[in-house]
Protein backbone atom coordinates (compact mmCIF):
# COMPACT_ATOMS: atom_id res chain seq x y z
CA UNK A 1 0.00 0.00 0.00
CA UNK A 2 1.18 3.77 -0.89
CA UNK A 3 0.77 6.54 1.18
CA UNK A 4 -0.72 9.23 -1.69
CA UNK A 5 0.79 12.53 -0.31
CA UNK A 6 -1.52 15.74 -0.91
CA UNK A 7 0.16 19.11 -1.99
CA UNK A 8 -0.74 21.69 0.69
CA UNK A 9 -2.21 24.80 -1.05
CA UNK A 10 -0.56 27.95 -0.54
CA UNK A 11 -3.35 30.06 -1.14
CA UNK A 12 -4.78 33.14 -2.73
CA UNK A 13 -4.15 36.79 -2.26
CA UNK A 14 -6.74 38.75 -0.88
CA UNK A 15 -6.47 41.94 -3.85
CA UNK A 16 -5.68 39.78 -7.29
CA UNK A 17 -2.49 41.75 -9.16
CA UNK A 18 -3.65 42.34 -13.09
CA UNK A 19 -1.38 41.91 -15.82
CA UNK A 20 -1.62 43.62 -18.77
CA UNK A 21 0.05 41.83 -21.62
CA UNK A 22 -1.48 43.62 -24.52
CA UNK A 23 -3.48 47.40 -23.92
CA UNK A 24 -7.14 46.73 -23.01
CA UNK A 25 -6.54 42.96 -22.55
CA UNK A 26 -5.68 42.50 -18.81
CA UNK A 27 -5.09 38.82 -16.92
CA UNK A 28 -5.88 38.45 -13.11
CA UNK A 29 -3.34 36.32 -10.89
CA UNK A 30 -4.93 35.52 -7.69
CA UNK A 31 -1.80 33.90 -5.76
CA UNK A 32 1.74 32.49 -6.04
CA UNK A 33 1.32 29.23 -7.47
CA UNK A 34 -0.28 31.13 -10.57
CA UNK A 35 2.38 33.74 -10.58
CA UNK A 36 5.17 31.67 -10.70
CA UNK A 37 3.41 30.09 -13.76
CA UNK A 38 3.17 33.54 -15.62
CA UNK A 39 6.91 34.33 -13.88
CA UNK A 40 8.41 31.00 -15.70
CA UNK A 41 5.92 30.73 -18.98
CA UNK A 42 4.14 34.34 -20.15
CA UNK A 43 6.71 36.76 -18.92
CA UNK A 44 8.35 39.02 -21.64
CA UNK A 45 11.71 38.52 -22.36
CA UNK A 46 12.63 41.66 -20.70
CA UNK A 47 13.69 40.21 -17.57
CA UNK A 48 15.92 42.21 -14.65
CA UNK A 49 16.45 42.30 -10.69
CA UNK A 50 12.84 42.66 -9.82
CA UNK A 51 12.23 39.62 -11.92
CA UNK A 52 14.74 37.45 -10.66
CA UNK A 53 13.75 38.49 -7.00
CA UNK A 54 9.98 37.67 -7.72
CA UNK A 55 10.99 34.49 -9.00
CA UNK A 56 12.76 33.24 -5.85
CA UNK A 57 10.10 34.74 -3.50
CA UNK A 58 7.38 33.45 -5.27
CA UNK A 59 9.36 29.84 -5.32
CA UNK A 60 9.73 30.11 -1.54
CA UNK A 61 6.48 30.81 -0.85
CA UNK A 62 4.76 28.23 -3.47
CA UNK A 63 7.35 25.67 -1.31
CA UNK A 64 5.51 26.71 2.19
CA UNK A 65 8.94 28.95 3.04
CA UNK A 66 7.26 32.35 2.43
CA UNK A 67 4.69 34.75 3.20
CA UNK A 68 1.78 35.61 0.13
CA UNK A 69 2.22 39.27 0.72
CA UNK A 70 6.06 39.18 0.17
CA UNK A 71 5.45 36.79 -2.94
CA UNK A 72 2.80 39.73 -3.81
CA UNK A 73 4.94 42.45 -3.62
CA UNK A 74 8.10 40.63 -5.42
CA UNK A 75 5.77 39.79 -8.40
CA UNK A 76 4.41 43.33 -8.32
CA UNK A 77 7.74 44.73 -8.68
CA UNK A 78 8.56 42.47 -11.26
CA UNK A 79 5.62 43.41 -12.96
CA UNK A 80 6.04 47.28 -12.96
CA UNK A 81 9.88 46.40 -14.08
CA UNK A 82 8.83 44.67 -16.83
CA UNK A 83 5.76 47.47 -17.81
CA UNK A 84 3.20 45.08 -17.50
CA UNK A 85 1.51 45.91 -14.50
CA UNK A 86 -2.42 46.89 -15.36
CA UNK A 87 -1.94 49.92 -12.84
CA UNK A 88 -6.30 50.58 -13.86
CA UNK A 89 -7.27 47.38 -12.66
CA UNK A 90 -4.63 46.07 -9.63
CA UNK A 91 -6.00 47.51 -6.13
CA UNK A 92 -5.04 46.91 -3.12
CA UNK A 93 -1.99 48.51 -1.41
CA UNK A 94 1.74 48.96 -3.81
CA UNK A 95 4.05 49.53 -1.26
CA UNK A 96 7.05 52.04 -1.90
CA UNK A 97 9.45 48.90 -2.06
CA UNK A 98 7.61 47.33 -4.63
CA UNK A 99 7.73 50.43 -7.03
CA UNK A 100 10.64 51.87 -6.12
CA UNK A 101 13.47 52.15 -8.74
CA UNK A 102 16.53 50.17 -7.41
Known amino acids: MGIALKKATVG ?10 EPGCGETVHG ?3 ALHYLLI ?6 G ?5 ACAVTAMCVEGHGGLSQAREAFIAAA ?3 GILSMMRTAGPLVASSISNP
Do not use: G, I, M
Open 49 to 53: RRYEQ
Open 42 to 47: RWPDQR
Open 32 to 34: PEQ
Open 80 to 82: VEA
Open 12 to 21: VWTVPVVLAF
